[in-house]
């Protein structure tokens, strides 16, 4: 009866380890991110760079270890602000599962073993995602309480993932790598923006400034309807041949277009609207977009 209580035991606390690290490494996150960096690895593949399983598992690895990192070090740095907001009091810091001392030990490791593996597969790899960690957490985090230009501050290391996949294939950071850049800056102000509207009374609990006015406002629906504009023009840039071994096809294009109608419909829906719901409908249509474009760009690779 006690070896079947002590098994007991062990499996719920290595499962309580598992949902924790799961928590303050945010998994969901850190998981559609690595995505991103394989499909900007598999845009990069040619007859020059050859597809590498190597890399391809070495970039999900450390590409996760390094967005891991940058969430763990986010949560040491926010965790009395988090323990203030419903969305985030139940993390493994705020909640006490997790001490600073042993995140910060497992954040340190990541960053460690993260920027070992990008390095094994070039030194530029490592170096952009050293830079992604040091923006997110030494600039943006601290910036979440003083201004609403931390969103655009954290667009750029948000934005260094979809590239950085294309320059672990090329081992250059070209025209083709800044294009996939732009388009996951541009992308996370709508996306971003529409956070902050449905979770703004959450956010105000922290004295976190995530919409560009401060407000929920027309002032900042209108501004999210521009960026989401400018996010359309970007995404198609490819189809107009300047950038480089980076193209899209015609056919391509215009699914590409109508994923951007898809997504304007609903930021033109909130500057309608002005509520809760409508942000929320924009954020969860946003997820989709990103995803739904890059998965266009894949297949009208390998088809063309």
């Known amino acids: 009866m006690k070896t079947a209580l002590n098994a007991s035991e062990k499996t719920i606390s290595l499962t309580s380890l598992f949902a924790d690290f799961k928590g303050i490494t945010k998994a969901g996150l850190a998981i559609s991110v690595v995505f991103s960096s394989i499909?900007?690895?598999?845009?990069?593949?040619?007859?020059?760079?050859p597809f590498s399983w190597v890399t391809f598992i070495l970039l999900g690895i450390g590409g996760y270890c390094?967005?891991?990192?940058?969430?763990?070090?986010?949560?040491?740095?926010?965790?009395?602000?988090d323990a203030l907001m419903d969305r985030t009091k139940?993390?493994?810091?705020?909640?006490?599962?997790?001490?600073?001392?042993?995140?910060?030990?497992?954040?340190?490791?990541?960053?460690?073993?993260?920027?070992?593996i990008l390095y094994s597969i070039n030194p530029k790899t490592a170096m952009f995602g050293a830079i992604s960690i040091f923006?997110?957490?030494?600039?943006?985090?601290?910036?979440?309480?003083?201004?609403?230009?931390?969103?655009?501050?954290?667009?750029?290391?948000g934005a260094i993932p979809f590239m950085l996949g294309w320059v672990a294939a090329t081992n250059e950071f070209g025209i083709e790598a800044g294009t996939l850049f732009l388009i996951q800056f541009f992308w996370q102000?709508?996306?971003?923006?529409?956070?902050?509207?449905?979770?703004?009374?959450?956010?105000e609990k922290a004295g976190f400034f995530m919409l560009p006015t401060g407000k929920q406002d027309k002032k900042t629906a209108l501004q999210t309807i521009l960026y989401t504009v400018w996010l359309i023009i970007a995404s198609l840039i490819p189809v107009v041949g300047f950038t480089g071994d980076l193209k899209l096809s015609y056919v391509a294009a215009a699914f590409v277009l109508l994923l951007g109608l898809w997504m304007l419909y609903f930021a033109v829906k909130l500057y309608r609207e002005m509520d809760e719901k409508a942000a929320r409908k924009l954020m969860l249509v946003s997820v989709s977009y990103i995803s739904l474009l890059q998965l266009v760009y894949v297949i009208d690779k390998f088809l063309r």
């Open 66 to 81: 390094m967005v891991g990192a940058s969430n763990v070090f986010n949560q040491i740095i926010e965790k009395d602000l």
């Open 39 to 49: 499909v900007g690895y598999l845009l990069g593949v040619s007859d020059e760079t």
């Open 189 to 203: 102000f709508p996306h971003f923006w529409a956070i902050g509207w449905f979770l703004y009374k959450d956010y």
């Open 135 to 157: 923006l997110y957490t030494s600039v943006y985090t601290p910036l979440k309480t003083m201004t609403p230009l931390s969103v655009f501050v954290g667009a750029f290391p």
């Open 90 to 116: 139940n993390r493994p810091l705020p909640s006490g599962r997790i001490s600073k001392q042993t995140a910060f030990i497992l954040g340190a490791i990541l960053t460690v073993v993260g920027i070992a």
